[in-house]
Every structure is written in structure tokens, then in C-alpha cells.
T-cell receptor, first 112, second 113 residues
Framework: TQLLEQSPQFLSIQEGENLTVYCNSS?????LQWYRQEPGEGPVLLVT?????EVKKLKRLTFQFGDARKDSSLHITAAQPGDTGLYLC????????????FGQGTILTVHP | DTAVSQTPKYLVTQMGNDKSIKCEQN?????MYWYKQDSKKFLKIMFS???????INETVPNRFSPKSPDKAHLNLHINSLELGDSAVYFC????????????FGNGTRLTVT
């Protein structure tokens, strides 16, 4: 069974601070997806990374896929209250074809 | 237009009852899923259908029975509800079965009393 360990589980910061969320596994994934979920809604895809070492930027969010495709990180610069939410990483491929493996999630709260 | 819509949004029922949750997607996707999100926000796949055919059936009690009348619909029927079934259930769809990104509905919060 493939597992994705996401850390930290909770993050409470002030507006303007930077933060990084990590997603680690001992398994290799063919792709890594990041989702953001707001209360009362379903997760929404932020980005997909597929190449080892790949870096993608989405405004103040920077996503990186590890060289060995076993880990990923999400870095947010100058966090804003609107960034508050649950961030989920999900790995695809490997031995779990057709099924995404989700991390436990990181609940981010950005205080004004 | 809502891409993946599921009903009802909230479901409160007593132990032992039978209930259904409906899901429809208008994205033209081939694959649909049911996920369960527990109180710790962990998302776990339950079922996956591709063009009306069951392709993933995780270790889920047989009280849960999915039905896909066509590739745009995937319903979930639950018999003899138990307290531990309380959770948020998400329907999702993806273009194909190849780990394409998921489009989620807004969830059904099921509370069993």
C-alpha cells in the first residue's frame, strides 16, 4: 500500500509570513497533485507535477516535485487570509494505478 | 453550471435506516468516484467506475452499494446505517482512469444518530 505523509498537520500563521507544506513517501509516483479544500466544499485542484525536479508556480504558490518523484512541497510566500484552507497532496501511478493516494492534509489558518 | 453535483448536501438519519446519495457530472468524464472524508479530514477512496463499470472497490462494507446507470451518474446506496458511517461523502469525476485530476462535488455530510 502506498502512503503519503503530509506535514505539518496544522499551521497557524500571521498574514505576510511564508510557509512550506511537505508531502513525503517511500514510493515513487508518476504524478503528484495538490488540492485546496474550503469548508463546506470539495477539494479543488491547484496543480499537477509529473517530472522529477519539476517546479511550478501559481502566483504566490510554488510547487516542487522531488527528483526521485517520492516527495513534493508547497511553498506559499506572503500568506494571506484568503489562503486559509485544507491543503491535500495526492499521488498517482506506481502500484496504485487508477487510484490517487491522498496525504492526511494540512489545515492552514492565516490570521489578518 | 455545476460540474459535479451531489444531493443531498446534508443527511441526518437514525441507525438502521437505508439512504441514498446521488451524483451527476456534466463534464463528459469517463470515470467517477466515491470518496469518504472522516472527521480528521482524511480522504479515502471507496469506489471507482469507468463508463458504468466498477473498476475499484476498496475494503468497504457490503452495506454500501454504488450504482452507475450511465457514465454521467454514480449513486451510492447505504443499507442499515451505523454510527461509524457518519462522515462527508464526496463524489468526483476524472477524464480517464489514468490518475487524471479529480473534480469533486461539494460533499454530502451524513450524520447517523
Amino acid at each position: 500500500t502506498q502512503l503519503l505523509e503530509q506535514s505539518p498537520q496544522f499551521l497557524s500563521i500571521q498574514e505576510g509570513e511564508n510557509l512550506t507544506v511537505y508531502c513525503n513517501s517511500s514510493s515513487v509516483f508518476s504524478s503528484l497533485q495538490w488540492y485546496r479544500q474550503e469548508p463546506g466544499e470539495g477539494p479543488v485542484l491547484l496543480v499537477t507535477v509529473v517530472t522529477g525536479g519539476e517546479v511550478k508556480k501559481l502566483k504566490r504558490l510554488t510547487f516542487q516535485f522531488g527528483d526521485a518523484r517520492k516527495d513534493s512541497s508547497l511553498h506559499i510566500t506572503a500568506a494571506q487570509p484568503g489562503d486559509t484552507g485544507l491543503y491535500l497532496c495526492a499521488g498517482g501511478g506506481g502500484t496504485s494505478y487508477g487510484k490517487l493516494t491522498f496525504g492526511q492534509g494540512t489545515i492552514l489558518t492565516v490570521h489578518p | 453550471d455545476t460540474a459535479v453535483s451531489q444531493t443531498p448536501k446534508y443527511l441526518v438519519t437514525q441507525m438502521g435506516n437505508d439512504k441514498s446519495i446521488k451524483c451527476e457530472q456534466n463534464l463528459g468524464h469517463d470515470t467517477m468516484y466515491w470518496y469518504k472524508q472522516d472527521s480528521k479530514k482524511f480522504l479515502k477512496i471507496m469506489f471507482s467506475y469507468n463508463n458504468k463499470e466498477l473498476i475499484i472497490n476498496e475494503t468497504v462494507p457490503n452495506r454500501f452499494s454504488p450504482k452507475s446507470p450511465d457514465k454521467a451518474h454514480l449513486n451510492l446506496h447505504i443499507n442499515s446505517l451505523e454510527l461509524g458511517d457518519s462522515a462527508v461523502y464526496f463524489c468526483a469525476s476524472s477524464l480517464h482512469t489514468d490518475n487524471s485530476p479529480l473534480h469533486f462535488g461539494n460533499g454530502t455530510r451524513l450524520t447517523v444518530t
